[in-house]
C-alpha cells in the first residue's frame, strides 16, 4: 500500500494499492484552488467545422472523455467514437458505427470511457446496450443489454457505472449491482427521475446528473439514498438555479462542475455552496469562441483545462485554467507536493 501526506494538508492522506499508484494518483485536477479561473474564450480543439462525417468533423456530439492519450468523443449522429491527439487538425475513428454487434449496426452514441488498459466503452443509446472493444480491436462486445443507458463512469478499480434513464438508476458493472436509485421514478433521496452523466470519485463516491429532478445528487458507496449535491432553487439561470443539467464533473477539493443545456453554460459550485459561479458560457447560445449552443458534457485534464461538448456547434472546446489568483503561491501547487510517501507491506 502507497499513502500520500499533503504538506498544506496534513490530515489529507491518500492510499492506493501497489498495483494503481501509477494510473491512480492524484493528478493536478485534485487541487484547483477557489480562486482559479478558465478562459471564458473556448480553443476549439475537434471539429468546429460544421456538421458532417469527415475526419475532421462532428455531427451532434454529446459525450467525451479525456485523459493523457487524448479526447475521445462520442460522435453521436455519425454512431461512432472519435479520438483526437494534442494538436492534430484530424480525429481517428476507433469505433466505426458500420460495423456490427449481435448482427446490429451502432446507434446513437452518448458516451465513451476508456479504462487504464485502453478498453473502450460505449452507451448505444438506441440498441438500449454497452459495448466494450478491447484494446486494438474492432470488433466490440455487449456487456448490458436491455438498459436506457446514457452517462458511464469508471472507478479507480476498473469497475463501470451507467445511468439508465427509463429504470432511474445507476447501475455497477460487472457485479450488476443497482448502486443508486432504483426505487421507480420520484424525487424522494433514494429515488432519481432520468439520470443523464455520472461521475464517480476516488472513494468510489456517485454525482449524478438528476435531470428530471433538476438537481446533483451525491451518492456514497453503499449508501440506500443519496445526498443532494446541489438543489437548484427551481427552473432558471440564477446563480442559485439549474436548467436541464446534462454533465458533471468533480474536482478533488469537492467542487461541482455542471453543464446546463438550456442555460448553455458551465457552473462551478464550491463544496457546499448556496450558489454556482458561471466559468463557461451564458447567458444566449451562439457559435464565437466565448459562447456555447446546446453542451452535454465536461471533462478535466491533468492540468485543470476544461473541456466541453459543444454540442450544436458541433465541436469540443477547450478552457484554460488561470491558477494565478490561488494564495500561498498557488494552493494548488503546493497540493501536489508530496512531503511523505510510505510504503505499507500488505
Partial sequence: MMCIQYHLLLSLVSCFSLHQAVSSLPTPIDSICQGATWNRNGITVAGGLGLGSGLNQLYYPNGLFVDDRGIYIADTNNHRVMKWSSGASNGEVIVNGNDQVDGK??????????????????????????????KDEKQGETILKDISCWGLALDNQGSLYVSDLEANLVMKWPDNLIVAGGNGRGNGLNQLSSPYNIFVDTSRTLFIVDRGNNRIMKWL??????????????????????YKPMGVTVDGMGSVYVVEYINTRVVRWLDNAQAGKVIIGGPGYGSSPAQLYFPRDVAFDRDGNLYVADTNNNRIQMYTIDKSACVSGSLDRELIHIVKIFFHLA
Fill in 105 to 134: 449496426p451502432l446507434g446513437q452514441l452518448t458516451k465513451v470511457v476508456v479504462d487504464r488498459d485502453e478498453n473502450v466503452y460505449v452507451c448505444d443509446r438506441d440498441n438500449k446496450r454497452v459495448l466494450k472493444y478491447r
Fill in 221 to 242: 458507496a453503499g449508501a440506500k439514498e443519496g445526498q443532494l449535491a446541489i438543489a437548484s432553487k427551481g427552473f432558471g439561470n440564477a446563480d442559485d438555479q439549474l
